[in-house]
């Protein structure tokens, strides 16, 4: 595809579509967005870079790099060649002392990011906010997002469309016909009632126990569901619920699938729940882990937010109920649920959980560093740790 013309403005919080020729494409995530990559950071290079097929050829053709390529992805369920990585768990093969030595021809996969591009019904385009780079002083990221865009054909684009609306499609009649079908618009606007009671205990407890235990009818408005929501009984004990959900992140044998987070020093943590202590890890290229922290996950309470880590803190929540991918994730959500809830109970259930993740996350990380709070700051911690993982959240759609 060459993208054409592009146009539009972008207001804070509100959606912007805007069309290259007839593929409609949303960019109002990066718009007004900068970024400059940090020396020595190399996150995105723990991340398996995947190769396009034009990619594979000239690596394959290439003997520098020829060796790197390997037929399968670590994660199942991406397709084609990859470059390997080192050790099981360890960084890209062509990382070294946190440089990468084939800059220049670099994968697009690398040269995309912090931008990924999500294909449902529409091409959209995120931000990968797990980069430390986001916001700082340098490149426009929306002038990056429509170079990556250039790198695919039109009809790639296309194809690309086509197979993701087969499954949007199904996914519609599914609802449909099971009566708990709701529409991308009153799901959003049920998102964004609800985004101010996500950041206070009693309102994201409520939202919480309504997702598990209330039985909204077939055909029931999300406006409805909403305010069943907020009269529901709260969780009886959220802190529980937020610690089991907490350790079960890390409750993983395999290392290279726990979560990530680079610090602000810009080491690679890692963390792991070993018999009842949340074991801290330090990666280092090679895949070798060193132990460097225990902590007992009963000792992290969810902190309480100052007014303006709430105002960031909601500010990234509005950001993922406007995702398309988040939409995806709630249709995933649901038809693993065989479409016995309505659909704004699913999408809502996704919300509060997800925000209870983000609050354990950022309070978790914020007692390590002896907070008791959660500033501004912190709650931007927590929104590094966190991301990279809610993009790879299951979807249906797919990121390409
Ligand atoms: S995560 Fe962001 S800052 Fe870090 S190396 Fe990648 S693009 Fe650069
Ligand atoms: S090819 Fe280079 S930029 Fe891409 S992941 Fe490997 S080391 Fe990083």
Same mark, same amino acid.
């Given at each position: 595809? /060459? #993208?054409?013309? +592009?146009?539009?403005?972008?207001?804070?919080?509100?959606?912007?579509?805007?069309?290259?020729?007839?593929?409609?494409?949303?960019?109002? @995530?990066?718009?007004?967005?900068?970024?400059?990559?940090?020396?020595?950071?190399?996150?995105?290079?723990?991340?398996?870079?995947?190769?396009?097929?034009?990619?594979?050829?000239?690596?394959?053709?290439?003997?520098? !790099?020829?060796?790197?390529?390997?037929?399968?992805?670590?994660?199942?369920?991406?397709?084609?060649?990859?470059?390997?990585?080192?050790?099981?768990?360890?960084?890209?093969?062509?990382?070294?002392?946190?440089?990468?030595?084939?800059?220049?021809? %670099?994968?697009?996969?690398?040269?995309?990011?912090?931008?990924?591009?999500?294909?449902?019904?529409?091409?959209?385009?995120?931000? *990968?906010?797990?980069?430390?780079?986001?916001?700082?002083?340098?490149? $426009?990221?929306?002038? !990056?997002?429509?170079?990556?865009?250039?790198?695919?054909? /039109?009809?790639?684009?296309?194809?690309?469309?086509?197979?993701? /609306?087969?499954?949007?499609?199904?996914?519609?009649?599914?609802?449909?016909?099971?009566?708990?079908?709701?529409?991308?618009?009153?799901?959003?606007?049920?998102?964004?009632?609800?985004?101010?009671?996500?950041?206070?205990?009693?309102?994201?407890?409520?939202?919480?126990?309504?997702?598990?235990?209330?039985?909204?009818?077939?055909?029931? $408005?999300?406006?409805?569901?909403?305010?069943?929501?907020?009269?529901? &009984?709260?969780?009886?004990?959220?802190?529980?619920?937020?610690?089991?959900?907490?350790?079960?992140?890390?409750?993983?044998? @395999?290392?290279?699938?726990?979560?990530?987070?680079?610090? %602000?020093? !810009? *080491?690679?943590?890692?963390?792991?729940?070993?018999?009842?202590?949340?074991?801290?890890?330090?990666?280092?290229?090679?895949?070798?882990?060193?132990?460097? $922290?225990?902590?007992?996950?009963?000792?992290?309470?969810?902190?309480?937010? #100052?007014?303006?880590?709430?105002?960031?803190?909601?500010?990234?929540?509005?950001?993922? *109920?406007?995702?398309?991918?988040?939409?995806?994730?709630?249709?995933?959500?649901? &038809?693993?649920?065989?479409?016995?809830?309505?659909?704004?109970?699913?999408?809502?259930?996704?919300?509060?959980?997800?925000?209870?993740? !983000? +609050?354990?996350?950022?309070?978790?990380?914020?007692?390590?560093?002896?907070?008791?709070?959660?500033?501004?700051?912190?709650?931007?911690?927590?929104?590094?740790?966190?991301?990279?993982?809610?993009?790879?959240?299951? #979807?249906?759609?797919?990121?390409?």
């Amino acid at each position: 595809m /060459r #993208t054409g013309t +592009w146009s539009g403005s972008a207001k804070e919080g509100t959606q912007l579509a805007v069309r290259s020729d007839t593929l409609e494409t949303d960019l109002s @995530e990066v718009m007004g967005r900068s970024y400059r990559c940090i020396d020595n950071c190399a996150l995105c290079c723990l991340c398996q870079p995947e190769l396009l097929p034009g990619e594979e050829s000239k690596f394959r053709a290439d003997p520098r !790099l020829r060796d790197s390529v390997v037929e399968t992805h670590i994660s199942p369920e991406v397709r084609g060649a990859a470059i390997k990585l080192r050790g099981r768990h360890g960084a890209c093969h062509f990382l070294s002392g946190r440089r990468c030595m084939i800059y220049q021809d %670099r994968p697009h996969f690398c040269r995309a990011f912090p931008v990924n591009i999500f294909v449902g019904w529409r091409i959209q385009v995120n931000a *990968n906010l797990s980069c430390r780079g986001i916001g700082l002083d340098g490149e $426009s990221l929306e002038d !990056l997002a429509k170079s990556v865009l250039r790198d695919y054909t /039109r009809r790639e684009l296309e194809q690309e469309l086509e197979s993701a /609306r087969v499954v949007f499609d199904e996914f519609g009649r599914n609802v449909r016909r099971a009566k708990v079908s709701q529409s991308t618009s009153s799901l959003r606007e049920a998102g964004s009632v609800v985004i101010e009671d996500l950041a206070d205990e009693v309102g994201l407890s409520r939202v919480l126990a309504y997702a598990e235990h209330g039985r909204t009818r077939q055909n029931t $408005s999300a406006r409805d569901i909403v305010r069943l929501a907020r009269r529901s &009984d709260a969780a009886s004990d959220i802190e529980e619920l937020a610690i089991m959900d907490g350790t079960e992140l890390f409750d993983l044998e @395999e290392l290279s699938l726990l979560p990530i987070y680079i610090d %602000r020093r !810009l *080491n690679w943590n890692l963390y792991k729940l070993q018999g009842d202590a949340i074991v801290g890890y330090r990666l280092s290229e090679d895949g070798s882990v060193e132990e460097v $922290s225990r902590t007992d996950p009963a000792s992290v309470h969810l902190m309480p937010m #100052t007014a303006s880590g709430s105002k960031i803190f909601q500010d990234y929540m509005r950001t993922v *109920n406007a995702r398309d991918c988040f939409l995806g994730h709630a249709a995933h959500l649901c &038809d693993m649920e065989g479409y016995s809830y309505n659909l704004a109970q699913v999408y809502l259930g996704a919300l509060a959980n997800n925000a209870l993740d !983000l +609050w354990w996350r950022a309070s978790f990380l914020a007692s390590r560093a002896e907070s008791e709070r959660l500033d501004s700051a912190e709650v931007r911690e927590g929104i590094v740790f966190f991301d990279m993982d809610l993009l790879d959240l299951p #979807t249906i759609g797919a990121f390409i």
